[in-house]
């Protein structure tokens, strides 16, 4: 042996199964980063693709702008592209659709989300593209070739040549409304219909320093793409940025932190253990310095060892997955090609950050085993402190667990900086675990649709209006779109979850005593409601968004119940409807949404609707609150500044009853059905056999949404993947945190446990004892885990809160997998060692470092 560094391979080798559980550490740990960094960084380039396709390229934009803006744009030395569009009226196209045709500049072409299926774009003004689904019901039914006589954004009409058909837009077909596009050749030139221009800025610039100046030449009309710039970190709101910079760096700090906290404790423990053994180095000349090289050199092995392990594994397992994904048929996060960047700067970062934790978690223990005096080092002093009773002390709650409980709470003190070390673990494990739950959870309910509206593949509508060969509208006779047999037949496809019938109902405002009215809505938005005296009592006028529901949708309210009953029979006999009186409304003062009760209704209370739209106060209805829902089972989920309110038919009846057909032309007719699909099964055949029992309905259509929502479905369980896949590596770390330190510190006391057998205290004795300790440690570590992870939620729930209002949930199912687990992984951590124990020979444990 040249040097004393040689001993850290041979006591790595000695301690194969430690060394092992601290490379799965850092492997674990420096994967996790990498991979959370890989895959961040991917989502959003990717996000920032997805949102060029949806929404447009440009940057910021004036609406209307002025010809003279567009000049001063397309000079500005800090623009790219700066394109110009025209839109207008609408043409009426058959079955109630409608089609507005924009005139676009060739720049606005690649700056617009238009995109192209099949042709190409329109290059003069007699040229125009339109979506696939709108040429069959044009009158002409042109194809691609073919003419149309279309209405310009001037209000005159034109015929244009198809020379390009537009993939479907998302809804579009679904809303009746589509955009065609054709050449504007002149921005300059004047005309009745509105000017758009918009921008990008070139390479480099800094936008959000800019952004001002811009919104300087026109307040009013200034407006700009908000999520891309968001996503490109470049948002006006500069407290939007601050707030992702906050959260990110809060996550990426805490994984960091866990990868300190267990290389930390695998090294201050085996420092502890070899206190002896440094003690006797330093008696035969060993120098602090050599100790802590020593030391240092363990901890370089591991690293070289575990981080390019890590960086692969993240990697892979990050490959592995989305491969797995995409060949089971998903579309990675809705678009049509999901690249996995790889980075070099988060390939170095994460080297970076995985050594200086791994040399960080090591500099304790390594000052610590330098200083170490050779007399107490040889004596076997270490760590253990002699128990104290000048100290005032909590008695501990083992001491009411008897003899093993009392020795338990006795070992726990005296071995003040082991416990320090374990309960530390587990406070790491338990906090990471609540504050990504929380972020995970909280990003969900952001980003995916939880709506029952997710299901919706398929929606059958009638026609109330149809057209003449000459354009004119013909008036149809009300009656139900669909027959209840008819409805039962397709209830019985395979495939088929439920079909929600649909009605047009009337928009009531509901005169609400104004001491019904949430004060600290009326303290955001300002008075918004129109004032009535009604009966002799202050009242507001607060609109309602009326539904009738029938039986499948109350179902489906039942999972949103908070009070009261969704029973539509119940209902019905009472005259009561289900009520949402949450919102999620634009509050201008904080430049953000904000979720927040509108009404602070009760179930028993009473509505009084208002059934006119001249607020005829002679047409009030009543009806009772039944029920209360914390949103609405279907979209919208919350309305933006209005009640909802959902009733049964006979409910209906009663508040439609002597109505002028004005105010509810449709009565209780059924206008249409929501057909939903079962996760996983097969549209085709539903599909086929909806067409056939529209053709034979000549006043209505199918509408099918199927791709788009089976994409959106595929988004909701990507996201689901991703964030439990996420939360389980979070658990792995901490499992392997808390097993590595609770049996290591276990298995430092094999001597002190071979002499309490010694002295008669038999083995179930030990087991009771050691398990308590074992709670004991997650029952500290759960507590104070809990506080610091439920701090560091608020924490986030600031930022998040800053970007989209909501109220703070507190992180109940978190709290208690992570507690619950720390306390299970605590108490069976100490079976392993203990079976050991029971193996080993008793005289070999007592003459352990004699």
């Given at each position: 042996?040249?040097?004393?560094?040689?001993?850290?391979?041979?006591?790595?080798?000695?301690?194969?199964?430690?060394?092992?559980?601290?490379?799965?550490?850092?492997?674990?740990?420096?994967?996790?980063?990498?991979?959370?960094?890989?895959?961040?960084?991917?989502?959003?380039?990717?996000?920032?693709?997805?949102?060029?396709?949806?929404?447009?390229?440009?940057?910021?934009?004036?609406?209307?702008?002025?010809?003279?803006?567009?000049?001063?744009?397309?000079?500005?030395?800090?623009?790219?592209?700066?394109?110009?569009?025209?839109?207008?009226?609408?043409?009426?196209?058959?079955?109630?659709?409608?089609?507005?045709?924009?005139?676009?500049?060739?720049?606005?072409?690649?700056?617009?989300?238009?995109?192209?299926?099949?042709?190409?774009?329109?290059?003069?003004?007699?040229?125009?593209?339109?979506?696939?689904?709108?040429?069959?019901?044009?009158?002409?039914?042109?194809?691609?070739?073919?003419?149309?006589?279309?209405?310009?954004?001037?209000?005159?009409?034109?015929?244009?040549?198809?020379?390009?058909?537009?993939?479907?837009?998302?809804?579009?077909?679904?809303?009746?409304?589509?955009?065609?596009?054709?050449?504007?050749?002149?921005?300059?030139?004047?005309?009745?219909?509105?000017?758009?221009?918009?921008?990008?800025?070139?390479?480099?610039?800094?936008?959000?320093?800019?952004?001002?100046?811009?919104?300087?030449?026109?307040?009013?009309?200034?407006?700009?793409?908000?999520?891309?710039?968001?996503?490109?970190?470049?948002?006006?709101?500069?407290?939007?940025?601050?707030?992702?910079?906050?959260?990110?760096?809060?996550?990426?700090?805490?994984?960091?932190?866990?990868?300190?906290?267990?290389?930390?404790?695998?090294?201050?423990?085996?420092?502890?253990?070899?206190?002896?053994?440094?003690?006797?180095?330093?008696?035969?000349?060993?120098?602090?310095?050599?100790?802590?090289?020593?030391?240092?050199?363990?901890?370089?092995?591991?690293?070289?060892?575990?981080?390019?392990?890590?960086?692969?594994?993240?990697?892979?397992?990050?490959?592995?997955?989305?491969?797995?994904?995409?060949?089971?048929?998903?579309?990675?996060?809705?678009?049509?090609?999901?690249?996995?960047?790889?980075?070099?700067?988060?390939?170095?970062?994460?080297?970076?950050?995985?050594?200086?934790?791994?040399?960080?978690?090591?500099?304790?223990?390594?000052?610590?085993?330098?200083?170490?005096?050779?007399?107490?080092?040889?004596?076997?002093?270490?760590?253990?402190?002699?128990?104290?009773?000048?100290?005032?002390?909590?008695?501990?709650?083992?001491?009411?667990?008897?003899?093993?409980?009392?020795?338990?709470?006795?070992?726990?003190?005296?071995?003040?900086?082991?416990?320090?070390?374990?309960?530390?673990?587990?406070?790491?494990?338990?906090?990471?675990?609540?504050?990504?739950?929380?972020?995970?959870?909280?990003?969900?309910?952001?980003?995916?649709?939880?709506?029952?509206?997710?299901?919706?593949?398929?929606?059958?509508?009638?026609?109330?209006?149809?057209?003449?060969?000459?354009?004119?509208?013909?008036?149809?006779?009300?009656?139900?779109?669909?027959?209840?047999?008819?409805?039962?037949?397709?209830?019985?496809?395979?495939?088929?979850?439920?079909?929600?019938?649909?009605?047009?109902?009337?928009?009531?405002?509901?005169?609400?005593?104004?001491?019904?009215?949430?004060?600290?809505?009326?303290?955001?938005?300002?008075?918004?409601?129109?004032?009535?005296?009604?009966?002799?009592?202050?009242?507001?006028?607060?609109?309602?968004?009326?539904?009738?529901?029938?039986?499948?949708?109350?179902?489906?309210?039942?999972?949103?119940?908070?009070?009261?009953?969704?029973?539509?029979?119940?209902?019905?006999?009472?005259?009561?409807?289900?009520?949402?009186?949450?919102?999620?409304?634009?509050?201008?003062?904080?430049?953000?949404?904000?979720?927040?009760?509108?009404?602070?209704?009760?179930?028993?209370?009473?509505?009084?609707?208002?059934?006119?739209?001249?607020?005829?106060?002679?047409?009030?209805?009543?009806?009772?609150?039944?029920?209360?829902?914390?949103?609405?089972?279907?979209?919208?989920?919350?309305?933006?500044?209005?009640?909802?309110?959902?009733?049964?038919?006979?409910?209906?009846?009663?508040?439609?009853?002597?109505?002028?057909?004005?105010?509810?032309?449709?009565?209780?007719?059924?206008?249409g059905v929501d057909v939903a699909v079962q996760d996983g099964a097969s549209d085709e055949p539903i599909r086929q056999a909806l067409k056939t029992i529209v053709a034979q309905m000549p006043n209505t259509q199918l509408i099918d949404i199927a791709q788009e929502q089976k994409e959106s479905r595929q988004f909701n369980l990507q996201m689901q993947i991703f964030v439990y896949g996420f939360l389980i590596v979070i658990g792995l770390i901490g499992s392997l945190n808390i097993i590595n330190t609770v049996q290591t510190n276990l298995l430092l006391r094999r001597r002190e446990l071979g002499l309490l057998q010694a002295v008669g205290m038999t083995m179930g004795q030990l087991r009771r004892m050691a398990s308590l300790e074992g709670v004991w440690f997650g029952v500290i570590g759960s507590f104070w885990g809990l506080l610091l992870g439920t701090g560091l939620s608020y924490l986030l729930y600031l930022q998040l809160n800053g970007m989209q209002g909501m109220p703070f949930r507190f992180p109940w199912l978190g709290a208690v997998i992570s507690c619950g687990f720390a306390l299970a992984v605590g108490l069976l951590s100490v079976q392993g060692p203990l079976r050991r124990m029971k193996k080993e020979n008793l005289i070999?444990?007592?003459?352990?470092?004699?």
């Open positions: 042996m040249k040097s004393y560094g040689a001993l850290a391979g041979r006591y790595l080798k000695q301690q194969r199964r430690r060394t092992i559980l601290t490379i799965v550490g850092i492997i674990l740990s420096v994967a996790l980063i990498s991979a959370l960094a890989t895959m961040g960084q991917s989502m959003k380039d990717n996000m920032v693709e997805q949102t060029i396709y949806q929404d447009g390229a440009y940057h910021i934009g004036f609406g209307p702008a002025t010809p003279e803006q567009y000049e001063k744009l397309s000079g500005n030395v800090l623009l790219d592209e700066v394109g110009a569009f025209r839109q207008g009226k609408l043409t009426e196209i058959r079955n109630t659709f409608q089609v507005q045709l924009i005139e676009a500049t060739k720049t606005s072409f690649d700056l617009l989300p238009i995109h192209l299926q099949e042709g190409r774009l329109p290059q003069t003004p007699d040229e125009a593209v339109v979506e696939e689904w709108v040429l069959p019901n044009l009158a002409e039914q042109p194809k691609l070739g073919g003419t149309v006589e279309l209405v310009k954004p001037n209000g005159d009409k034109h015929t244009y040549k198809i020379v390009g058909i537009l993939k479907n837009q998302k809804y579009s077909h679904s809303e009746g409304k589509s955009k065609g596009y054709t050449f504007m050749a002149d921005p300059g030139a004047k005309s009745d219909a509105t000017l758009m221009a918009m921008a990008t800025f070139k390479k480099g610039v800094d936008i959000s320093q800019h952004l001002p100046e811009f919104q300087e030449m026109d307040k009013s009309a200034f407006f700009t793409n908000t999520r891309l710039l968001a996503l490109k970190g470049e948002s006006a709101d500069k407290s939007l940025n601050t707030a992702l910079l906050v959260i990110f760096g809060i996550l990426i700090a805490l994984v960091v932190l866990s990868t300190i906290a267990v290389i930390y404790n695998a090294f201050h423990i085996a420092v502890l253990e070899r206190m002896r053994h440094f003690g006797l180095l330093r008696t035969i000349g060993a120098t602090p310095s050599q100790i802590r090289k020593l030391v240092f050199r363990e901890a370089g092995v591991l690293a070289a060892i575990g981080i390019p392990i890590g960086l692969v594994v993240g990697y892979g397992a990050l490959w592995l997955v989305l491969w797995g994904m995409t060949s089971a048929g998903f579309r990675i996060l809705s678009l049509d090609e999901f690249h996995l960047q790889l980075h070099a700067w988060i390939m170095i970062g994460s080297v970076v950050v995985g050594l200086l934790a791994v040399f960080l978690a090591a500099w304790l223990p390594a000052r610590k085993a330098s200083r170490v005096s050779p007399v107490d080092a040889v004596k076997g002093a270490g760590s253990i402190v002699r128990e104290t009773y000048k100290r005032v002390r909590i008695p501990s709650l083992l001491n009411m667990m008897g003899v093993e409980g009392n020795m338990a709470s006795k070992n726990i003190r005296r071995n003040r900086s082991k416990f320090r070390i374990t309960a530390f673990s587990i406070v790491v494990s338990v906090m990471l675990f609540i504050v990504f739950h929380y972020f995970t959870q909280e990003s969900l309910r952001m980003t995916v649709d939880n709506s029952e509206d997710s299901q919706v593949a398929f929606q059958i509508r009638q026609s109330l209006n149809r057209y003449d060969d000459n354009g004119n509208p013909i008036k149809m006779d009300l009656k139900d779109a669909l027959s209840e047999d008819t409805i039962a037949q397709i209830e019985g496809m395979t495939g088929v979850k439920a079909v929600y019938r649909r009605y047009m109902m009337p928009n009531p405002a509901v005169i609400l005593p104004s001491e019904k009215v949430d004060p600290n809505f009326t303290k955001l938005m300002g008075p918004i409601f129109e004032p009535r005296d009604y009966e002799g009592v202050p009242s507001q006028l607060v609109y309602t968004n009326l539904m009738l529901f029938d039986d499948a949708r109350f179902k489906e309210a039942e999972k949103y119940l908070i009070a009261g009953t969704a029973d539509p029979k119940k209902l019905a006999e009472d005259n009561a409807v289900l009520i949402v009186q949450n919102v999620k409304t634009m509050v201008k003062s904080k430049k953000k949404k904000i979720e927040m009760p509108i009404a602070r209704l009760k179930v028993g209370d009473t509505l009084n609707l208002l059934m006119d739209y001249e607020f005829d106060p002679k047409v009030v209805r009543q009806v009772k609150v039944g029920g209360i829902l914390s949103q609405s089972p279907f979209s919208p989920t919350l309305q933006e500044n209005t009640l909802a309110a959902f009733g049964a038919k006979p409910t209906f009846v009663k508040l439609l009853k002597d109505v002028h057909p004005t105010f509810a032309p449709y009565g209780t007719t059924l206008m070999e444990e007592l003459r352990e470092e004699v």
